[in-house]
């Protein structure tokens, strides 16, 4: 149980242009997702999180009108980076939290990640 | 604030050497604590978690970790190593507060694993 896909598992698109990555749920239901982005020989870095039915909230530093997030449904948020720059490629990851851990109990389930490389 | 600290950042062990990682926190209240592996190009695969309970814990691939409040550390540790768990290391916290449900990460340790 507990799992979490991605889609695609890599990309290379070309500068200029926007990239969907989608994270979804397979066997339980996520009102927050998480996305975090990572580089090279680097950790992980958390870009937003993400709400079923309403807006992300980004981390500071983090540029909302670049990195669209779309949390639509329990099982599926999508990230859009727009207008893609070399600078942009990295790995990116999602983790979802299940909607039915009680409240004070935190666990996310990671997805196998994405990597973005812009031409 | 809160932060996560991995002192080392590479490692070199032989294979069949014990290991420890270090993991120190610095969190208001005792977090929630994991340890993640991740190879090359990989996603996270969860090797253990703490939240409560026994202080030893048991994970996955034969690695254990201590939690010790008293030096806020979160070590993980295998009696005998692999050349197959050659890997990036994260240790990582969360919250125990209701509507808190960011991770912190620490900044990794890359083990290398000689024959």
């Known amino acids: 149980g507990a799992v979490v896909s991605q889609h695609p598992s890599w990309v290379i698109c070309k500068s200029g242009t926007s990239v969907k990555i989608e994270c979804r749920s397979l066997d339980f239901q996520a009102t927050t997702m998480f996305w975090y982005r990572q580089f090279p020989k680097q950790s992980l870095m958390l870009m937003a999180t993400?709400?079923?039915?309403?807006?992300?909230?980004?981390e500071q530093g983090v540029e909302k009108d670049k990195f669209l997030i779309n949390h639509a449904s329990l099982t599926l948020s999508t990230l859009t980076v727009t207008s893609a720059h070399p600078e942009d490629s990295s790995f990116y990851i999602c983790s979802a939290r299940d909607r039915f851990q009680g409240s004070s109990y935190n666990e996310q389930f990671f997805g196998p990640g994405t990597r973005l490389t812009v031409l | 604030a809160q932060s996560v600290t991995q002192p080392d950042i590479h490692i070199t062990v032989s294979e069949g050497a014990s290991l420890e990682l270090r993991c120190n926190y610095s969190?208001?209240?005792?977090?929630?604590l994991f340890w993640y592996v991740q190879s090359p190009g990989q996603g996270l695969q969860l090797l253990l978690k703490y939240f409560s309970g026994d202080t030893l814990v048991q994970g996955i691939k034969g690695f254990e970790a201590e939690f010790k409040r008293s030096q806020s550390s979160f070590n993980l540790r295998k009696p005998s190593v692999h050349w197959s768990d050659a890997a990036e290391y994260f240790c990582a916290v969360g919250s125990p507060t209701s509507g808190t449900y960011k991770y912190i990460f620490g900044t990794g340790t890359r083990l290398k694993v000689l024959a």
């Open positions: 969190y208001g209240a005792t977090p929630y």
């Open positions: 993400s709400n079923e039915g309403s807006k992300a909230t980004y």
